[in-house]
């Protein structure tokens, strides 16, 4: 399927922290990062230090918000958290890549299976 | 929706971060920090060894350095640093080289700084020069027949002008009658110029006043007791000082009292009156008025032609006389009426200024491809480092627009100077004054200064940053190369600007010589008269004075009579309707010998027989008429020679009979002698003089004795023995002594009638273009100057070669001499070939033309000897150094 180290889209990434954020609530960076390297079975491994500037341009969209507290090990951390136009935007986002996979399908559907 | 409102913030949130980044670089450092040390964690409890745990954890995060990065470039706006330290650089540049900032700066002020002084000008007379509403909607009802080239304007009675209201093409319709009263009060009475108006003017016009409030239909005369009466801003600056306590006071014009009820707009100066007053039209049928029509919107010129044309055919069966045959209605837009000529000379102005301006930009484009050589070091240093080819070109042009910036700056602080020069020398009748008011430096003029200098930045400064950023990096290693020669692609850059230059200031040049020999030729032209001294005083009668013939004859003599006895006078004459070198009253006239002749027409001159005399103008046979036959009006006429040639081509008309039909006037406001239009017996015939015009040939002209047509005005003309301004002063001092009523109601001398409405523009046009070719000339003087030093400079070593092996140091100038001349001279001729080709275009005035092969030698030697001044100097100081010292130069 997908080869390992990729480069991961811009977009795709922001959609994945959003629909992370969304599903787990507030999550600091690392964890962030982590969680997504788990949800695709580490296929799509990318350089941790990337999410950052797509966090930072998530916030700059006022799609999540960032606040300072502390995580299980005690560390000051920023944590981030989807706000309600964040929501909007991941609900306008998954429907756009539904419809992209449900057109792909029929197209690839439709062919003939080679023999 | 949801994306552009997240563009918004985005957009909104980098512009402020740039103002606090200190913390924002903290915040990060520590978020990263957290990030490794978590991952760190994670990989001890997996199990791994501290140093492990570490390098994995630095491994899976990737760069940090490059994260932060990325990081900053999505915080901030990041061309922002970036073009601050590239301005910088560039100011630290400019200061390390005065030399280059001066002329660069210099060269760019005076260019971007004529540009905007010309555009305010343009952009107030021709862009917007009217401050009424829908000024494009209103226009000037022109009758044009064969016989004259102009048109003049439809005048109309006050019943016709209720026909004009009706036409259906119109929306909106004033009439303006104009006259000179005399303000009494409590000083000396002056003349002011009454407007008197329909009372709809100010709501035709839409211009708020100034003070006060503006008259309406409830204000005219017969709804309203009081007369009321409107000021203009500026003879309300100059006759009650500005002072807004006017409003409501009472003026007495004419003995009649007015309330001053408001002052108007500054930019409103309709018809130049002083005062505006809502008109009282008496239904008189022989009482013309000047009609000014709106147009329906979207209604054209044509419609509006088609419902005119009838009606003019009507009033040209009731009244002949004041209609010729074929009277054709013409429609004309207020800018074409007052502008004429003069918006094509604008332009070309434009035009002109715009040429200086590439002059401008290319000696600034010289200096920098000079200076660029010098610091090829420089860029192939920093192409070495990584700058890419775009960093570098975005680099330079920074520095172009920085330097076209400063210039434009300096350009506007010349600007505001250049344009109050400019308005003070505007031929005064050629422009609508509503604009005097705006012709300044204003929002939009320097917004156009800031499109020009970002559009001139880029014109010179792509050339070279386009040849720099391709700087290769083994130019690093060879420092020596650039004395040895300059490169051969730089010379033919060099060569192109500099022909450019000198091919645009020979069309400046050019044009200058042209519009200078217009402006003589037309200052030279025979009046047929003798000017000087000679002055003409316009006076009025006090009203209720006795409307007969008789006395008004004797008053008209006794007036005359006391000019010419007054101390310091040589000849005194009434002059109803001639004011050389201008016609006055043109009419139909017939010749007793040739019957057959129908349309035939003359100017007609009321004149004392003491005229000739005053005016030198010369008898060619016959007599004058003697003033006793113009007290009795005897049917007596004299001719001039054109009249002779077109009427009696091969016979003498001395004692040949002619009359004019157009001197039964049914007016009654006129008094005649009896029988006007009978029979008059030629008795003598006077040279030609300029009755038309400064540029229209000689009509034929007829010379009556004035008393035949007398009304309360008398028309002076008087020539001094010398200094013929206290001989006016002198002279209404006299007239005042005969009758104190009577007032001057306008009086200058003809010197000054002739450069206001003879040849004001051909003298504004030529000194203009002069100053323009002048400037042109220094900057490419300037611009030769440079590539010359620069080229010498560059051929120092090979100077000192051939010098050491025996070249004389005249053989070396040549060198360089001949090379550079050549240039020149290609310049030249391409700049004669343009002005030969455009002359059309550049046509201001048909008194002179480009192609005129002695002007052409003329600027054409004066550009070969600044041009070669301008080579000589660098070439000679080069040559004068020593061979050995030369040879030693690195």
């Known amino acids: ?115 | 929706m949801n994306r552009f409102v997240a563009l918004l913030k985005t957009l909104a949130s980098r512009t402020l971060a740039i103002f606090r980044t200190s913390g924002a670089e903290r915040d990060l450092d520590e978020e990263l920090q957290t990030h490794l040390n978590l991952a760190i964690e994670e990989n001890l409890r997996k199990g791994m060894a501290p140093e492990v745990a570490r390098s994995a954890a630095l491994r899976a995060f990737g760069g940090v350095t490059q994260t932060k990065e990325s990081y900053r470039t999505q915080r901030g706006l990041p061309f922002l640093p970036v073009l601050l330290q590239d301005l910088r650089f560039g100011f630290r540049q400019l200061y390390k080289s005065p030399g280059f900032a001066l002329v660069a700066i210099g060269s760019l002020a005076l260019g971007i700084g004529a540009s905007v002084a010309v555009f305010s000008v343009v952009r107030a007379v021709l862009l917007d020069p009217y401050p009424y509403k829908d000024a494009n909607r209103m226009v000037h009802v022109e009758l044009r027949d064969k016989s004259t080239l102009h048109g003049r304007l439809l005048p109309v009675t006050s019943t016709e002008f209720k026909d004009l209201q009706q036409l259906a093409a119109v929306d909106d319709v004033f009439l303006m009658d104009n006259s000179r009263q005399a303000l009494t009060g409590d000083s000396l009475p002056i003349s002011v110029d009454v407007g008197n108006y329909s009372a709809n003017l100010f709501t035709y016009m839409g211009v708020p006043p100034l003070l006060g409030r503006e008259f309406t239909p409830a204000d005219a005369p017969g709804g309203n007791a009081n007369p009321v009466a409107v000021l203009s801003y500026l003879f309300w600056k100059k006759q009650y000082g500005g002072q807004p306590g006017i409003i409501g006071k009472s003026i007495e014009l004419d003995h009649t009292l007015y309330t001053v009820i408001g002052v108007a707009n500054p930019r409103f100066t309709w018809g130049d009156s002083d005062v505006y007053v809502p008109g009282n039209f008496k239904a008189d049928p022989h009482y013309y008025m000047l009609p000014f029509i709106k147009i329906k919107p979207g209604v054209t010129h044509e419609s509006l032609i088609a419902e005119l044309q009838p009606l003019v055919d009507r009033y040209a069966r009731q009244d002949p006389t004041n209609f010729p045959q074929g009277t054709k209605v013409a429609i004309v837009t207020l800018n074409e009426e007052i502008l004429g000529n003069f918006q094509s000379a604008l332009l070309m102005l434009f035009g002109a200024v715009l040429l200086l301006l590439l002059i401008g930009c290319a000696n600034v484009s010289i200096l920098m491809l000079a200076r660029g050589v010098a610091r090829q070091h420089e860029f192939a240093v920093r192409s070495s480092v990584g700058a890419g080819r775009s960093r570098i070109l975005r680099q330079l042009l920074t520095e172009s627009i920085m330097l076209s910036m400063t210039g434009a700056a300096f350009g506007v602080l010349l600007a505001y100077r250049g344009v109050d020069l400019i308005a003070t020398n505007l031929p005064i009748y050629s422009f609508p004054h509503e604009a005097s008011a705006a012709i300044h430096v204003n929002g939009t003029v320097l917004l156009f200064a800031v499109g020009i200098a970002l559009l001139t930045g880029i014109l010179f400064g792509l050339s070279p940053a386009w040849q720099l950023s391709r700087a290769e990096v083994s130019s690093l290693t060879q420092s020596n190369s650039s004395r040895m020669a300059g490169s051969l692609r730089g010379r033919h850059t060099h060569r192109a600007l500099i022909a450019g230059q000198v091919a645009l200031t020979m069309l400046l040049l050019a044009s200058a010589g042209a519009a200078m020999r217009a402006f003589l030729t037309l200052s030279k032209t025979p009046l047929g008269i003798n000017p000087d001294n000679v002055f003409f005083m316009g006076l009025s009668l006090p009203k209720g004075a006795p409307q007969t013939w008789q006395y008004l004859a004797n008053s008209q003599e006794s007036i005359r009579n006391a000019a010419e006895s007054t101390q310091g006078v040589e000849s005194a004459s009434v002059s109803t309707t001639w004011l050389p070198p201008f016609g006055g009253f043109r009419g139909k006239i017939a010749v007793s010998s040739n019957p057959n002749l129908t349309d035939a027409q003359a100017e007609l001159a009321l004149v004392s027989p003491t005229i000739f005399t005053t005016l030198q103008l010369p008898l060619l046979s016959g007599r004058f008429f003697t003033p006793e036959e113009d007290a009795r009006a005897a049917h007596v006429a004299l001719v001039n020679r054109t009249f002779v040639k077109r009427y009696f081509p091969d016979g003498d008309p001395l004692g040949k009979n002619v009359r004019s039909p157009a001197l039964k006037m049914d007016n009654p406001h006129l008094v005649a002698t009896d029988k006007p239009d009978d029979w008059l017996q030629i008795i003598g015939v006077v040279e030609d003089s300029r009755n038309d015009g400064l540029d229209r040939p000689v009509q034929p002209q007829i010379f009556f004795p004035d008393s035949f047509v007398l009304d309360t005005n008398t028309f002076l003309i008087v020539r001094a023995k010398s200094n013929p301004a206290a001989t006016m002063r002198a002279v209404a001092q006299s007239i005042h002594r005969l009758n104190p009523g009577i007032f001057v109601v306008q009086q200058h001398d003809i010197g000054w009638l002739l450069d206001t409405q003879g040849w004001a523009t051909e003298r504004f046009l030529a000194a203009i273009f002069a100053l323009f070719a002048v400037l042109a000339l220094l900057l490419a003087a300037t611009g030769i100057y440079s590539v010359v030093s620069y080229t010498v400079s560059q051929r120092t070593r090979e100077f000192g070669v051939r010098m050491a092996l025996g070249a004389r140091r005249a053989s070396v100038v040549r060198l360089v001499l001949e090379s550079s001349l050549l240039t020149v001279a290609i310049g030249a001729v391409i700049g004669i070939v343009l002005s030969i080709s455009l002359s059309k275009f550049i046509a201001t005035s048909s008194h002179a033309t480009i192609r005129d092969p002695l002007m052409l030698a003329g600027v054409s030697a004066l550009l070969l000897v600044v041009t070669a001044l301008a080579c000589l100097y660098p070439t000679w100081r080069a040559a004068s150094i020593e061979p050995m010292q030369a040879l030693r130069l690195e």
């Open chain 1, 1 to 115: 399927m997908l080869e390992t180290r990729s480069d991961v889209l811009q977009g795709t990434l922001d959609l994945m922290v959003l629909k992370t954020l969304d599903v787990m609530g507030s999550m600091h960076g690392y964890a962030l990062a982590r969680r997504i390297e788990q949800i695709s079975e580490d296929a799509v491994s990318l350089n941790q230090g990337t999410i950052y500037p797509a966090l930072l341009r998530l916030q700059q969209c006022g799609w999540i918000s960032a606040e300072w507290g502390v995580s299980d090990s005690n560390r000051r951390a920023k944590f981030y958290t989807i706000t309600r136009s964040g929501k909007k935007q991941l609900i306008l986002e998954t429907r756009s890549w539904e419809k992209i996979a449900v057109t792909m399908a029929r197209i690839l559907g439709s062919s003939r299976p080679t023999p």
